[in-house]
T-cell receptor, first 112, second 112 residues
Framework: AQSVTQPDIHITVSEGASLELRCNYS??????LFWYVQSPGQGLQLLLK??????LVQGIKGFEAEFKRSQSSFNLRKPSVHWSDAAEYFC??????????FGTGTSLTVIP | DSGVTQTPKHLITATGQRVTLRCSPR?????VYWYQQSLDQGLQFLIQ???????AKGNILERFSAQQFPDLHSELNLSSLELGDSALYFC???????????FGPGTRLLVL
């Protein structure tokens, strides 16, 4: 079955530190991959997406993600976290039949 | 602002009642998706429409129904409401099936 796994339910980082949020997908072919961010009480905002080509994709707010086929991963990174990055992050994949699968989310806390 | 609008923002109702949630997609988008987000279930895909026709069904209860109208707006009808239906309901839209989804701000439903 197709699925998206975000192993980390909650992550805490210090402001200015680097960040990596993990995402693994289960799908035979290369899916379309997405990262969304959700601030409290808000909708989901698209950070970045990967369809094909360069495996390192740049997104908004200084985020980037790298697609690694061998590891079935699409981890989200940011070199220096800001307090405003505190939010819930969702990884998603488009699989067969144009179905979208979302991970359960990773909650990010940023401490000063 | 994603361009997707949802009304109402908040809805409080009683068990056994019926409510209708409304979504207007981004200009030019033909696909509409509905999601339910609750604390214990995460983000659950409910149903997808494309240009007025149902395209995919997810974990949508029989008490729930949706449709997409000729002007492309969509409505999600929830009936015989139960306490467990309390959740955030998101609408998303995309140009076509499987394309990048853009989310609305959500409707927060509270069933008392």
């Amino acid at each position: 079955a197709q699925s998206v796994t975000q192993p980390d339910i909650h992550i805490t980082v210090s402001e200015g530190a680097s960040l990596e949020l993990r995402c693994n997908y289960s799908y035979g072919a290369t899916p379309y991959l997405f990262w969304y961010v959700q601030s409290p009480g808000q909708g989901l905002q698209l950070l970045l997406k990967y369809f094909s080509g360069d495996t390192l994709v740049q997104g908004i707010k200084g985020f980037e993600a790298e697609f690694k086929r061998s590891q079935s991963s699409f981890n989200l990174r940011k070199p220096s976290v800001h307090w405003s990055d505190a939010a819930e992050y969702f990884c998603a994949a488009r699989g067969a039949g144009n179905q979208f699968y979302f991970g359960t989310g990773t909650s990010l806390t940023v401490i000063p | 602002d994603s361009g997707v609008t949802q009304t109402p923002k908040h809805l409080i109702t009683a068990t056994g009642q019926r409510v209708t949630l409304r979504c207007s997609p981004r200009s030019g988008d033909l696909s509409v998706y509905w999601y339910q987000q609750s604390l214990d279930q995460g983000l659950q895909f409910l149903i997808q429409y494309y240009n007025g026709e149902e395209r995919a069904k997810g974990n949508i209860l029989e008490r729930f129904s949706a449709q997409q109208f000729p002007d492309l707006h969509s409505e999600l009808n929830l009936s015989s409401l139960e306490l467990g239906d309390s959740a955030l309901y998101f609408c998303a839209s995309s140009v076509g099936p499987g394309e990048t989804q853009y989310f609305g701000p959500g409707t927060r439903l509270l069933v008392l």
